[in-house]
């Protein structure tokens, strides 16, 4: 009950923008979207209920150095989970990414979200213990005994719950714990000082195009041709830079709609400029008959993605037809995209391959380390605008920045209404344009090579470490058992 309200807590404010989503853009009354709101976000705190749940069940004993590594174990046991593979997915608050401007970053690109997220839940487990076995007032005794005030006195201390007392000067355990804290922040400081990658070329001009289209005012066919005006405009007003980005289905028509009437002219010139356009634009193949949220590269280089990792309940409809029912039931139309193959070849610009994301696939550590040590830098282009002036938009910022961390890669992101921005190698945001307002944002990127531990090993070797962990927990904790 406890894990469940705290992740009312935690979802109903950290993901209250689906209210938004629903109600300002998807269509939805207030009542609807209120309803739904709350579903989704008493669905995610059942995971938060299950570690508690687990926590309790899977101790055997109630042991000190079980208790302490088994609820942060657990806690990432229960986020890998939600974040790979419920409904595709759904990696948002994940505790690591609470870490970005700490000593504990230095392990993002050893570890990943998941290493870092455990050592971040590791030190709240550990600061409990310590907090559980000293009591306030033996440290004020300890203060006053140091300088000299009442030396006579002797404190003692709870070595560990259920553990009795032992005499303060052998105390021992609460000293350990907080040494192991003060090592692995250390070490996580110290960390943060390498540098896994290397530049391997000259800097490279780029300019994203953040046009701020309002989301209602989108998809109308009546704005279709001003907004592809206002995109080449703006793209002509840099041709200076060696690379244009638009946003996430910054063309709202299919590409064979535009394809010989606008997109190739612009592609003819981009060429004589020597600049190399990267445009988002839907898809449509008609035999099948599919759907595809794509980017596409224009001038020199030519080429096109298409999105493998699709958002639920937004490209397309987990549990139908149930789903699809109910958001018809009450008027929320949602989009019918159909993933690209997982082995499409890298995209480049500039004069380097990059790894794209488009939008929600920014959150998932694997998919930015497909194609490493190929890719030089990292382009991710998404469209925020469906959540207004939320929280939304910032975090999701700060998720893509630790995919810049975890493959030590310059990380170019255009959106519709911001956060428009460029992140350095460090997970810094090096300029940033304001939140809904029509800008170019222009900076400057440096090609990188080589390959962090985290490019090199992914998550799993961090999840079977852990998973071996817990089994020699379960495994000892069973021996110490009385009886």
Known sequence: ???????????????????????????AGMLEASLLTGLFSGFWAIFPALVGYLSVKINPVNKAAVRIL??????IFVEYLRGYWVFNGFPWLHIAYSQLETPLAGYIPVLGVYGTGFIAALTASITVEVFCVIKWSDILLLLNASRGVGVNVKPVFPLSLGDGFIDAGRLKSPLQLIMVLVALWGMGGLLRNISWTYEIGH????????????????????????????????????WDSNIVIWPETAIPAYLEQVKDAFLTPLSNDAKLHNTDLIISVPVQETSPKKNFN???????????????????????????????????????RLGNFTPGALNQPLLKAGGYPFITLICYEDVFGDLSIRGLPDAAYLVNV?????????IEPHQHMQMARMRAMETGRFLL???????????????????????FQETALTGTIIPMGGMTPYAKWGDKPVIWAMVILLLGLMGWGKRCRPG
């Open 1 to 27: 009950m406890r894990g469940y309200l705290f992740g009312l807590g935690a979802f109903g404010s950290g993901v209250s923008w689906v209210y938004i989503s629903m109600h300002d853009f998807g269509g």
């Open 70 to 75: 088994l609820m942060p174990l657990i806690w």
């Open 203 to 238: 800097p490279i001009r780029v300019s994203m195009i953040q046009g701020n289209i309002a989301q209602d005012q989108k998809w109308r066919p009546e704005n279709k041709i001003n907004t592809l005006l206002k995109y080449k405009r703006m793209t002509e007003e840099h």
């Open 294 to 332: 794509a980017v596409i590269t224009l001038g020199n280089e030519e080429g096109i993605y298409r999105k493998t990792h699709l958002l639920p309940f937004g490209e397309y409809l987990p549990l139908q037809p149930l789903s699809g029912f109910v958001l018809n039931k009450i008027n929320i």
């Open 382 to 390: 998404t469209n925020d605008g469906w959540f207004g002036n939320s």
């Open 413 to 435: 992101r255009a959106t519709n209404t911001g956060m428009t921005g460029i992140v350095s190698p460090k997970g810094e945001i090096i300029n940033q344009a304001p939140l």
